[in-house]
């Protein structure tokens, strides 16, 4: 099948308004996670879910941005009022953990900027 | 607590020299090592896994548990290996993969 697909691929928005990134992961993976790629920076961590568990949102970086993760499948991320310094490549990536060796699987990211 | 470390971000080689991105890591259980690569205008794709040990691309990483490092080396530095590599490790208490910030990687001809 596919692989992860992220819409839009991208995404120029106003300071202050709010923005949904989409992320399919590949059928069947229980792991799904956010990660942000600023400009020559590395990967940041935002969000991890697995299989029904609590998501892990220790790398969420304020109260305005959210996840969701609807039966177990699609996720969405928000972005509330959003700000210059969110502007950024938002990588989503999905793996099915089967143990040793688990491989994460891409999305090609959605470019957000805000102007 | 869990971390990857990558001391550089960014190496330049020159095309035919070795090549070595370092990656250390801390965590208390049993580490499954990942590198990971992004070429330019490409997705992020893994490279290699400590548990395969394999060669890819002429790639080839050692796990090492004394110095808890997992370094990534080449002997012959080719122009196509200029991209963002990525060390990753799953931590198996809940098979969160974590990343670090990454090297990149510049072949100067």
């Known amino acids: 099948g596919a692989g992860v697909s992220q819409s839009p691929s991208n995404k120029v928005t106003e300071k202050g308004k709010d923005v949904e990134l989409r992320c399919d992961p590949i059928?069947?993976?229980?792991?799904l996670y956010w990660y942000r790629q600023s400009l020559g920076q590395g990967l940041e961590f935002l969000i991890y879910?697995?299989?029904?568990?609590?998501?892990?949102k220790s790398g969420l970086p304020s109260d305005r941005f959210s996840a969701e993760r609807t039966g177990g499948s699609v996720s969405t991320l928000t972005i509330q009022r959003t700000q210059q310094e969110d502007s950024a490549v938002y990588l989503c990536?999905?793996?099915?953990?089967?143990?040793?060796?688990?491989?994460?699987?891409f999305g090609q990211g959605t470019r957000l900027t805000v102007v | 607590a869990q971390r990857v470390t990558q001391p550089e971000k960014l190496l330049s080689v020159f095309k035919g020299a070795p090549v070595e991105l370092k990656c250390n890591y801390s965590?208390?259980?049993?580490?499954?090592l990942f590198w990971y690569v992004q070429y330019s205008r490409q997705r992020l794709q893994l490279l290699l896994r400590?548990?395969s040990r394999e060669s890819i691309k002429g790639f080839t990483a050692d796990l090492n548990k004394g110095e808890t490092s997992f370094h990534l080396k080449k002997p012959f530095a080719q122009e196509e290996d200029s991209a963002m590599y990525y060390c990753?490790?799953?931590?198996?208490?809940?098979?969160?993969?974590?990343f670090g910030k990454g090297t990149r990687l510049h072949i100067l001809p």
């Open positions: 990536a999905s793996s099915y953990t089967q143990g040793v060796g688990t491989e994460a699987f």
């Open positions: 059928s069947g993976h229980t792991a």
């Open positions: 879910f697995q299989g029904n568990s609590a998501p892990d």
């Open positions: 965590y208390s259980g049993s580490p499954e």
């Open positions: 400590h548990i």
């Open positions: 990753a490790l799953m931590m198996n208490r809940d098979d969160k993969i974590i």
